[in-house]
């Protein structure tokens, strides 16, 4: 791959992008769950979503039982404690934060994506915040989400808009625009909204997709 021109490499990566995250990914080891434990030591305050959790705060509520996939650091979580919510849960492949987490009186689960151990209708509000451009499997997870959420539950989708492919950030396997996210959604949730937004801490604009599981 490094042989070729940019132009070719960018031409790929917009249009084959997971051949192109394959291609460039093949002979590097897959970043293990100890690497992602320095990682988060080494930032753990260095990431806050100050938009994006308002805005979460906004469509739901105290009550209700939260789960935040690859909570990372857990700051969205962290967050919404301060707002008197009682019932967040994380899930995160990172030992580190997960006993971290712990500590400061979140329910975690460790374990890693697209298969979640999890027990189906178990959440009011599930986040998945710059998550999905990662998953190779991406219907699975998507599958996942609805699996584990309540019926008329909500999902809350974020992913970078239209940037940030795999050519400048190689783990990511995809990359999205409106219409391209609404087409992925709308085959397993009902799209309650679909936007843009910006976060006050980043430059890049987001994808929001606001979802919910049908009612059985």
Not at 57 to 83: E, F, H, M, Y
Not at 139 to 153: D, N, Q
Not at 181 to 199: C, N, Q, Y
């Amino acid at each position: 791959m490094n042989v070729l021109p940019w132009r070719v490499k960018a031409l790929i990566s917009n249009h084959f992008p997971l051949a192109y995250h394959l291609a460039v990914n093949v002979m590097k080891k897959r970043r293990s769950a100890s690497y992602w434990d320095q990682r988060l030591a080494e930032t753990w305050h260095q990431r806050s979503w100050p938009t994006k959790n308002e805005l979460i705060a906004q469509l739901t509520s105290p009550d209700q039982v939260i789960l935040d996939i690859a909570c990372g650091n857990g700051s969205i979580l962290r967050d919404l404690k301060t707002r008197g919510y009682k019932h967040l849960q994380g899930l995160e492949i990172s030992n580190y934060a997960v006993q971290r987490l712990r500590t400061e009186g979140f329910t975690m689960h460790h374990g890693s994506v697209p298969l979640m151990q999890l027990p189906d209708a178990a959440f009011d509000v599930v986040i998945a915040s710059q998550v999905l451009e990662h998953v190779i499997r991406r219907r699975s997870f998507a599958s996942e989400i609805a699996r584990v959420l309540k019926p008329g539950g909500q999902g809350f989708i974020f992913v970078p808009n239209d940037c940030l492919g795999p050519i400048d950030e190689p783990e990511h396997v995809i990359k999205y625009k409106p219409d391209s996210l609404r087409k992925f959604l709308e085959k397993h949730f009902e799209i309650i909204s679909l936007g843009v937004i910006k976060d006050a801490n980043y430059p890049m604009t987001i994808l929001f997709g606001h979802v919910r599981k049908g009612k059985i």
